[in-house]
């Protein structure tokens, strides 16, 4: 997309800058050779010409004398200004504007064209040049045709009192209106051929990457495998040797206690890490069916209010009601990962609370705490792998909350944290709610067993 949108601005630029140019082009000439007859026409009435009209005719002399030179050779007097018989240079230019002698009330006194005007006497410029000299501006005969008006004030008193000059721009909006198509078709084949080419481009710019994340997948996920069997072992002899010590023996035995105990959190972490590779590859499986959350929620409870009251910690349940769609094992896991998170950072006396709400199409499930909190500036972050609010926090692998996104997400469902430090942490769950569910999506009745999406 980046490609594609410098590649369609540069068009743009280059394309309205062009159609600018031109437009600018047209008008700065037909205005110098409004200019130009109107000086001619001031002296064939023997008037005396104003300063902007010599200068102007002064400017048209040059350039036709720069273009005459492109055909022959110009002598220093050629950029003198020559007499009026010189003008078959630009007498297409020239013909193509009429001449609108006028009274001072802005009526037509004769019609000196050799052809009809194309458009009656424009009164407001009339009145505007008998007010301030001269007038300048673009109006329109119909819907589409525009004539650019050039009105002076005559310097004489006899004749006419405003001569108005104006040129059709039938042949310039056409061209510019050629070009304004081309330049549309030029921008729709660009699309095309800028979205091909940017496509191509980018996939071979992110081509290493993606093998280097799927060679990086790969390989956590062959470690995890590799090193739950050693861990296993390790475990196993350290029991083994544990059970033969005698009671006596007590600093071996804190050895070997200590041993079991890294081996436990190695093995958590190396699941952990497994279980992440399958989220990233998409190869864990889901098993999608009705959950009903009290069933759920109170086999939590039971299972973690015994370590809760070791901590002298208490957990308590609020209104529990809903059914959602999902995969109770996972769900068991988000929700223990959550309680065990509450139980590491709240304080003695402290209590967490279990419950649910319905929100619509959704079923929420808070898991509320009054520990320490988490400082706003974490907030964001909470949910990144190995990231950790408390560096100086033992025990855990930072691993826990990404987990839990992942797994609930893969659910179709949401996963947020709110909190304030020194009031505590709710963590806020919403599931689909399989009440809500069953009648506009079938597919969702029955038992699924899929990888995740």
């Not at 193509?96 to 064209?113: C, M, Q, R, S, T």
């Not at 006419?160 to 042949?171: A, F, H, K, M, T």
């Not at 979205?195 to 996939?203: H, I, N, T």
């Not at 190396?270 to 009705?290: F, I, P, T």
Request: overall charge positive; aromatic content about 6%; glycine content about 8%.
């Amino acid at each position: 997309m980046l490609y594609l949108l410098v590649g369609l601005f540069l068009i743009a630029v280059v394309g309205l800058g062009t159609y600018r140019l031109l437009s600018d082009y047209f008008q700065a000439s037909t205005d110098l050779a409004l200019q130009h007859k109107m000086a001619h026409e001031f002296e064939t009435l023997g008037a005396p010409v104003p300063p902007a009209l010599m200068a102007a005719d002064r400017d048209w002399y040059v350039k036709r004398s720069i273009r005459d030179s492109r055909k022959r050779t110009a002598e220093p007097s050629r950029m003198l200004r020559p007499n009026i018989g010189a003008e078959e240079f630009f007498h297409s230019e020239l013909t193509a504007i009429f001449v609108l002698p006028l009274n001072k009330e802005g009526h037509l006194l004769y019609d000196p064209n050799p052809y009809l005007a194309p458009l009656a006497p424009n009164t407001q410029a009339a009145m505007a040049a008998l007010a301030t000299g001269s007038d300048l501006r673009t109006v329109t005969l119909g819907k589409e045709t525009r004539v650019r008006l050039l009105t002076f004030r005559l310097t004489r008193n006899d004749g006419p009192g405003v001569l108005q000059l104006g040129r059709i721009l039938v042949d310039q909006d056409r061209i510019l209106h050629q070009l304004l198509l081309g330049f549309l078709g030029l921008s729709g084949l660009s699309v095309i051929f800028l979205g091909a080419g940017s496509w191509l481009l980018a996939g071979r710019a992110l081509l290493p990457a993606q093998i280097s994340w799927e060679r990086q997948q790969a390989f956590i996920a062959s470690a995890s495998h590799e090193l739950r069997t050693p861990l296993a072992i390790i475990r196993a002899s350290a029991e083994v040797v544990l059970r033969g010590l005698k009671p006596a023996d007590s600093d071996r035995r804190e050895l070997l206690t200590d041993v079991i105990q890294e081996s436990d959190h190695m093995s958590r972490l190396v699941n952990d890490l497994l279980l992440l590779s399958r989220l990233d590859a998409q190869r864990l499986e889901l098993e999608h069916k009705k959950v009903f959350l009290p069933d759920l929620l109170n086999n939590v409870y039971r299972q973690m209010s015994k370590l809760a009251e070791e901590q002298q910690i208490t957990i308590q349940t609020g209104p529990l009601a809903g059914t959602i769609w999902g995969d109770s094992h996972r769900l068991h896991q988000v929700l223990l990962i959550l309680l065990d998170n509450a139980l590491r950072h709240t304080p003695v006396g402290g209590r967490i609370t279990l419950e649910t709400q319905p929100q619509g199409r959704f079923i929420q499930i808070k898991v509320q705490d009054t520990g320490s909190g988490i400082a706003s500036e974490h907030l964001p972050h909470i949910f990144e792998r190995f990231y950790q609010a408390n560096k100086n926090e033992t025990g855990g692998s930072g691993l826990g909350l990404s987990i839990a996104k992942a797994l609930i997400k893969a659910q179709q469902g949401q996963i947020r944290l709110e909190s304030q430090v020194g009031k505590g942490t709710q963590a806020l769950l919403l599931l689909p709610n399989a009440s809500e569910t069953d009648s506009g999506h079938g597919l969702l009745g029955r038992k699924l067993s899929r990888k995740v999406p």
